[in-house]
């Protein structure tokens, strides 16, 4: 294996052995040994509560992401294409940004009440201006030679997105899905801390209750796995596949 | 088949000054006139891309079907070229046809990155060809292209005039031996704002000679 190779596998076994060894040190219930949350975990696992809890926020996390992604994308093409919906909404997204998490979540469960429709609105409303920045970057860096092209060529609107725009954007919406799933799972966490009974964020509240930091960790290291195995199964693949025609580049023939 | 009326277009600095053109059916246009006259944006104009700062602009019939090579072949480089010629409306069982007649037989299933540049301006021409346009607009067909590549693809596309006589062409180009072998018509765009300082029909052979000397002899006083 080449050095590079082996690079990728230094930092992770690193920091456990560090965590290995001043867990035994300390030898406190405050910081439990590696062994300790697994063994954590094995037992959420085998009485189904840790299933239970990831599949509750895995579906928050999911549904959140593609209600932000879709009306995202909507508004970032829209602004990267209309300078007067630009004007118009540039003010307003500013503020969205700007805005902390929290004090929407506190918001909407205060206005509506502690369910479940207003803690998915509160990630919505989180991630949503974060897509349409990115989104309205690559509407705005669309080729007008191409936009030309399919004037001439009398492309409708639904042909032109899929055929002309899609690919141009692809990149910024990778980008906006990277950055949206990291950001999504972990307001999601919070959200199910303040006001849901289930869910990893709820897991999380019961354990700081009791300060069991054995389930702390169990439960976050499990949720960051899942996370982890979106990445590498969706979003990898999906980015090879939109980005295929771009390494064609050098021409076969003189 | 179309008139354009343009009484200045461009700003800040006008490019083009008072125009006012015709284009019937069967006609073949060789657009001349030194770089940066703004043959490339009359071209535009009469593609329905934009219109007149100032003036009527464009007026064509409804039911015009125009194709315009572009001097960048403007292929879609994610789609390959079969799904470039079927988004255009080409039938799936005319690709092949259409790709031979630019002598790209073979080459449906290729990305236009994976062609030369003369190839990937043959395929763009099938594109043209794909819409069965009675207008075809060329910018520069033969630009950057070596002495043989050019060659061929003038030959393709004089085969293509002749099939379809009813067909009109407006090519921009350079070259007075262009205008000579392909057109019936020929416009000399010059000035600043850019005018039409020429507009003449190459009815006979003698027309014909008689230009290219004329404009060789402009193309040299530049």
């Known amino acids: 294996m080449s050095v590079r190779a082996l690079a990728g596998w230094v930092g992770l076994p690193t920091l456990l052995l560090a965590w290995w060894l001043v867990a035994g040190l300390l030898d406190s219930a405050l910081l439990p040994t590696p062994g300790a949350v697994f063994d954590t975990l094995w037992q959420a696992q085998r009485t189904g509560e840790l299933w239970h809890h990831l599949g509750v926020t895995l579906r928050r996390v999911v549904i959140s992401f593609f209600l932000a992604m879709a009306l995202g994308t909507l508004l970032g093409v829209w602004m990267g294409r209309s300078r007067l919906a630009d004007d118009l909404l540039d003010p307003l997204l500013v503020a969205l940004l700007n805005l902390p998490a929290l004090v929407t979540i506190i918001l909407l469960y205060v206005w509506f009440g502690l369910i479940e429709a207003a803690a998915v609105l509160a990630v919505v409303i989180n991630k949503v201006p974060n897509v349409a920045v990115m989104v309205r970057e690559g509407a705005r860096s669309l080729d007008v030679r191409l936009e030309q092209m399919a004037d001439i060529y009398r492309f409708g609107r639904g042909r032109r997105l899929v055929h002309v725009w899609l690919p141009q954007l692809a990149p910024y919406l990778m980008a906006a899905a990277r950055s949206g799933l990291a950001l999504v799972w972990k307001i999601v966490l919070v959200v199910e801390l303040l006001g849901r009974s289930d869910g990893v964020g709820f897991q999380l509240h019961m354990a700081f209750q009791v300060f069991d930091v054995a389930t702390i960790l169990a439960y976050s290291l499990a949720f960051i796995a899942v996370v982890q195995l979106v990445e590498q199964v969706v979003l990898r693949p999906l980015e090879r596949r939109s980005s295929r025609w771009r390494r064609v580049g050098e021409p076969h023939h003189a | ?222």
Request: charged share 25%; hydrophobic share 45%; proline share 5%.
């Open chain 2, 1 to 222: 088949m179309l008139e354009l009326d343009v009484a200045y277009h461009g700003t800040p600095r006008a490019i083009l000054g008072r125009l006012s053109l015709r284009v019937t059916a069967g006609e073949r246009i060789c657009l001349l006139g030194p770089s940066g006259s703004g043959k490339t944006t009359l071209l535009n104009l009469i593609a329905g891309l934009g219109v007149p700062s100032s003036g009527n602009g464009v007026r064509r019939d409804a039911t015009l079907r125009v194709g315009y090579l572009f001097q960048e072949h403007r292929l879609l480089p994610w789609r390959t070229l079969r799904q470039n010629l079927m988004l255009v409306g080409a039938a799936p069982d005319d690709v092949d046809s259409l790709l031979d007649r630019v002598d790209l037989a073979g080459h449906g299933d290729y990305l236009p990155d994976q062609l030369s540049l003369g190839m990937a301006r043959r395929a763009a021409l099938a594109r043209c060809l794909a819409v069965e346009p009675d207008l075809l607009l060329l910018d520069e067909p033969f630009a950057s292209l070596d002495t043989r590549r050019a060659q061929s693809l003038r030959d393709c596309l004089a085969a293509l005039l002749e099939q379809r006589p009813q067909m009109a062409m407006i090519c921009v180009t350079h070259d007075a031996q262009d205008a000579a072998r392909l057109a019936n018509r020929v416009w000399y765009l010059d000035g600043c704002p850019a005018q039409l300082r020429w507009d003449e029909r190459l009815e006979h052979a003698d027309d014909r000679a008689a230009v290219v000397q004329t404009l060789s002899r402009l193309a040299e006083a530049i």
